[in-house]
């Protein structure tokens, strides 16, 4: 595990950390953010894990986990963005064999959801869902991106996103609207949340998506139907955009932590990251 003197060089309680306008993939306007060290929150403990308290450029509070692989980088670098129940433990444990893979990692709370869950609970003071709902492009975990992208040892012009359900509407949204990130990982990425209101859908940006995508998604999901990943994909295809799309038979919601499909599901992203990565 990383200490803070590891990861930044010296003991400090609060690291500003200040971006520019990056050209990576793009023109990608970057949030200002700022970050300082906190202790792992309670049933929240992942061995190789890191934790940080987020200040956003919105003005709102996230907690995030940093997870460094073995070695010396600099390494590329995943963002991994939870669904509607919060930063809960299987997304993190996604996110530790991502850095068991060889990335570093970041995964951390892009939304303050209404289901009451230990995950969301952890998110409380993040951006709250009305704010998703009203600007998708806005709340998608930028500030996240931001602060992964300036961490010691990460290649900041090797972002890739790994959004699950709602993270990978988020996902698809930031990838369309200027994060300037070079993969994207979508797992049951709704573009019609089954929430009213709902925010506007993921098809209103796509001929803007602008980095190679991965979707998968099981074919028993109740919760997203296939379907809407189906009609994503038909779209961007049509417009000629970069993307393969694994569909799990008879898994249901997020193959990636699902029992029967979460290891094939997990590999097959990593084998993504690596190539475009």
């Not at 992942?46 to 956003?56: E, M, Q, T, Y």
């Not at 609970?121 to 806005?138: G, K």
């Not at 990982?185 to 993921?202: E, F, G, K, L």
């Not at 296939?226 to 799990?248: D, H, N, T, W």
Request: hydrophobic share 45%.
């Amino acid at each position: 595990m990383w200490s803070t003197k590891h990861l930044f060089g010296r003991n400090l309680f609060i690291v500003p950390l200040l971006f520019l306008t990056l050209i990576v993939g793009g023109c990608a306007q970057v949030p200002t953010v700022q970050m300082s060290p906190i202790a792992a929150p309670a049933g929240f403990e992942v061995p190789r894990a890191d934790w940080f308290k987020l200040n956003g450029s919105n003005g709102h509070r996230s907690v995030m986990a940093v997870l460094r692989p073995q070695g010396s980088g600099p390494f590329p670098v995943v963002v991994v963005l939870h669904g509607a129940d919060g930063l809960a433990g299987r997304y993190l444990s996604v996110a530790d064999d991502l850095a068991r893979a060889g990335f570093l990692v970041v995964a951390g709370c892009w939304q303050a959801g209404e289901a009451k869950t230990p995950g969301n609970t952890l998110c409380e003071e993040a951006s709250p869902q009305t704010a998703w709902i009203a600007d998708p492009a806005a709340n998608s975990g930028k500030d996240l991106i931001a602060a992964a992208r300036s961490l010691p040892d990460a290649r900041a012009d090797r972002i890739g996103l790994y959004g699950m359900s709602r993270g990978g509407h988020a996902a698809l949204w930031a990838a369309s609207t200027g994060a300037g990130v070079q993969a994207v990982v979508a797992d049951a990425p709704a573009h019609r949340p089954a929430i009213t209101p709902a925010p506007p859908s993921t098809l209103d940006v796509v001929d803007r998506l602008d980095a190679p995508l991965l979707i998968l998604h099981g074919s028993s999901d109740n919760v997203i139907p296939v379907a809407q990943s189906q009609e994503y994909e038909r779209a961007a295809r049509a417009l000629g955009k970069s993307i393969s799309v694994v569909y799990f038979d008879g898994i249901g919601h997020i193959a990636s932590v699902q029992p029967g499909s979460q290891a094939e599901a997990r590999q097959r992203a990593i084998a993504f990251f690596r190539e475009k990565l």
